[in-house]
C-alpha cells in the first residue's frame, strides 16, 4: 500500500488574511523596515560587479568591464576612440585616449581586483571613469626630471577640465571631465 502524498504546507498568514480581504498579496505595503533596507541597500551595495558593465546604460552611456593585464591599456584605449566616433564627438578621442590610458595603467599598476571604464556624454561634456576596488585615492608624487613615470596627475591637470577621486562601496572611482571644443558636437549631443 502506497504511503499517503505530504500535506503542502500552510502559506505564511499574512498572505492569507490578505487573500480573505480581496487584496493581492503584490498590492500589500511594504513595512517601514522593508523601505528604508531598500533604501539604504543601494547605498551601500554597487549596482552591479565591477567585472560587470554598469547597469542601465543609455545611448549615451557605455560602460566595459576590463581584465587586470597590460592589454586592457589598449583595449581601453580603442573602446574610447570608437564609442567617441560613434558619439561624433571625435575632437576628444586625442586627450581622452591619454588620460583614460594613465588612468587604466594606474589602476593596474597600484590597485587589485576587478576594474571597469565608464563614459557618459551629457551636454556636451565628457566624463570618463575608472573604477577599482582599492579605496585609497591617487597620490600625487613630484617626479624625478630623468624618472620615466610618475607624471600621471600633472597630465590630468593639464588636459582634463576637472579630475578627482571619488569613494564607493567597492573601492573607488577616479574620474575626469573633457568639454566638446567645436561646436558641432555640443549641438550634436543636444539634438540627439
Known sequence: MAAPAPAPAPAPARLLVSRREGRSSRGAVPSWCARQWALWSRTFAPLRPLDAPRGRATAWDASWPLRREPASVRRARRLVVAQLHDWAVDDLADDAELLVSELVTNVLRHTRGPLRLNLRLRRGRLLCEVEDTESAGPVRAVADPDA???RGTELIDMLAQAWGSTRT??????????????????EQVRHR
Not at 573607488?172 to 561646436?183: A, D, I, M, P
Request: glycine content about 28%; aromatic content about 10%; hydrophobic content about 30%.
Open 169 to 186: 562601496a567597492t573601492g573607488k572611482t577616479v574620474w575626469f571631465e573633457l568639454r566638446c571644443r567645436g561646436r558641432g558636437g555640443a
Open 148 to 150: 620615466e613615470g610618475g
